[in-house]
């Protein structure tokens, strides 16, 4: 028998599933990995391959390769450091902010959808939950 900590992870997860199922359906321009690229890559001027692969806590071979795939759909472009030639700095493009911008709009559409249902009272039940889980210290 299921003690409430197993319930509690099965019905999480299965949220989340029911959750990118439904992203998924949006058919947005990026995956979920290229938008946090792109995300992170628009809120830090000067960032590296380095950068984005600590901030995004993935290896560099992954950055790399998600970065050569934005690039190539023109959404990202690589520039060299003028003070340091060995580096290569990030920089979102206007298609990529529009890219970035349309999966945002879409996945809040969505996510407004599915939680339509709720009361006001489970909005500000999920609301409290949220922010303990996002920050358990305070």
């Known amino acids: 028998m299921?003690?409430?900590m197993d319930t509690?992870?099965?019905l999480f997860l299965q949220a989340g599933q029911m959750m990118r199922r439904n992203i998924d359906a949006a058919r947005l321009p990026l995956t979920p990995a290229q938008y946090e690229v792109l995300r992170h890559v628009a809120t830090h001027e000067q960032l590296s391959m380095q950068g984005l692969a600590h901030t995004l806590r993935i290896t560099a071979p992954s950055a790399t390769g998600l970065v050569s795939e934005l690039v190539e759909s023109g959404y990202l472009k690589r520039t060299g450091n003028t003070a340091d030639r060995r580096q290569v700095l990030l920089?979102?493009?206007s298609s990529g902010k529009r890219a970035a911008a349309l999966c945002t709009t879409k996945r809040t559409r969505v996510l407004r959808r599915v939680l339509k249902g709720l009361s006001a009272r489970d909005h500000r039940d999920l609301q409290r939950i949220f922010t303990i889980m996002i920050n358990p210290n305070n």
């Open 91 to 93: 920089a979102v493009t």
């Open 8 to 10: 509690t992870v099965a």
């Open 2 to 4: 299921a003690n409430e």
